[in-house]
């Protein structure tokens, strides 16, 4: 059975490139049948951030990318925690002692300073030719710190076939030999992920390109074990641009940030299924269930992807037109919310006016902003070449529709066009200086009769009247 598994570290939010790698994780395993496995590596005590680990949970749900095993929900592999299986790591390294696969390392940092300073660009095995097992052993209970490192050969080569790459061959003498046990007693990312991989049966093992060259060093752990080496798809990064990977440091780069900038979570995974996989029919709107159904690595590419926000907002949009007008008044409450202007205004009409208009919903403060900016509009948008209009015909006409206001505010719109034919207007004439001067904006998400709709009679004829003071 296909075995796969996202391992993230709880360092913070959640990365696009790494939500992409659960997804593809997580469709891998569905498309095959198979099980999709979440494990939390959270050896790397210094960077883990309080709070990061219910995130992670949270997350994965709110998407849809439920898992079958996990810290939260259990399984026969556990514990799926890296700091809750410290002495399952130890009880491996001190096997790879023993076959001499690794060895007890003792330098300072001051040494391994000193040594790169010298022009060394990877650790010189100065332990494994200098101090025996059994000098080590006593050094340790003796109480001076260690670390446990792996013993790579320094000749011949190691390779292995990527699903996606092909094959992958590296020299020996390229390679370093990692540090397996840190000082605290600990797992690297480089021990730990080989020892959990093969204890819970991961059969496929996915994620980021800068692993590529690597692997081949988890591999002679593989062997040095007597353990079967598992798949592996490797996946190009995601692109801010041609030069730079999309990052925190650059913009929004979390699932957390697009959020609170109003994308939905299916348009956001959705999204990110593109980034690196396209299906045969080249579609691009998907829910998660037609993405388990299509996705294969025939799909998946080589090259890296560019984060494009404004495919992301176009594709946001689809499921925004999607929602009921229910679906979108109750998820653009908190968005309204933030906006003080809109008090008092009935915004469940408004979210009929701003629904068809709406890519992501942070748009909706841009969207209204005119509400808030009406007494300080310019005069000179009364002035339309199409309608032949401008101050001096709004300064004519104002007086009678705040009179028409006034008296036929429940027929408004027949009232308007019955005023223009009547004064020997243009319909367009009326409605346009009509709605400049009750929104003081070219642009507003409705005609004439529905803004006034939305400010009601009262503020209605205060801007009127406001505007006509201004001309």
Request: hydrophobic share 35%.
């Amino acid at each position: 059975m296909v075995r796969t598994r996202f391992a993230p570290s709880p360092t913070g939010f959640l990365h696009v490139g790494g939500l992409r790698t659960a997804l593809y994780a997580y469709l891998y395993a569905k498309k095959a049948g198979g099980k999709f496995i979440l494990r939390i590596e959270d050896t790397d005590l210094e960077r883990t951030v309080p709070g990061a680990v219910e995130l992670i949970y949270r997350t994965m749900h709110e998407t849809g990318l439920v898992y079958d095993e996990g810290p939260d929900v259990g399984g026969e592999f556990g514990p799926y925690v890296q700091t809750e299986r410290k002495e399952i790591y130890l009880e491996y390294a001190r096997k790879l002692i023993e076959s001499g696969d690794a060895y007890y390392c003792f330098c300072t940092r001051e040494r391994l300073s000193d040594i790169h300073d010298k022009g060394a660009t990877k650790y010189d095995k100065h332990c494994l030719h200098t101090v025996s097992r059994e000098e080590a052993e006593k050094r340790i209970a003796a109480g001076e710190k260690y670390v446990i490192r792996q013993n790579i050969p320094e000749k011949g080569t190691t390779s292995y076939v990527d699903l996606v790459f092909g094959e992958i061959k590296v020299d020996c003498a390229d390679l370093e030999d990692n540090i397996l046990i840190k000082s605290d007693g600990y797992p690297t990312y480089n021990f730990a992920n080989v020892v959990d991989d093969h204890l819970m049966g991961i059969t496929h093992v996915i994620r980021g390109v800068e692993y590529l060259s690597s692997t081949p060093k988890y591999n002679l752990l593989y062997d040095a074990l007597g353990w079967e080496r598992p798949q592996y798809i490797h996946l190009q990064p995601i692109m801010r641009d041609a030069h730079q990977k999309l990052s925190k440091r650059h913009g929004d780069a979390n699932y957390e940030d697009f959020i609170a900038k109003g994308f939905l979570k299916d348009a956001i995974v959705n999204y990110i299924a593109l980034l690196g996989w396209s299906p045969k029919d080249n579609r691009e709107k998907m829910t998660l269930a037609e993405m388990e159904e299509l996705f294969s690595l025939d799909g998946v590419s080589k090259s890296a992807s560019i984060f494009d926000e404004t495919k992301m907002r176009w594709l946001n949009s689809l499921y925004v037109k999607e929602m009921s007008e229910e679906q979108f008044y109750n998820y653009a409450l908190p968005f309204y919310a933030q906006y003080k202007y809109l008090e008092g205004m009935d915004l469940k009409y408004l979210s009929t006016l701003l629904h068809s208009r709406t890519e992501v919903f942070s748009d909706l403060g841009k969207l209204t902003e005119f509400i808030a900016d009406f007494d300080n509009f310019d005069v000179s948008l009364f002035q339309n070449q199409k309608w032949k209009t401008d101050s001096a015909l709004a300064a004519k006409m104002l007086p009678e529709l705040i009179k028409l206001t006034e008296t036929n505010f429940e027929n408004l719109h027949d009232s308007l066009v019955s005023y223009a034919e009547g004064a020997g207007y243009k319909k367009g004439q009326v409605l346009w200086i009509f709605r400049i001067a009750i929104t003081g904006s070219a642009s507003t998400p409705g005609g004439a009769t529905e803004m006034a709709t939305l400010f009601g009679k009262e503020e209605c004829l205060r801007r009127l009247e406001r505007s006509l003071k201004k001309l």
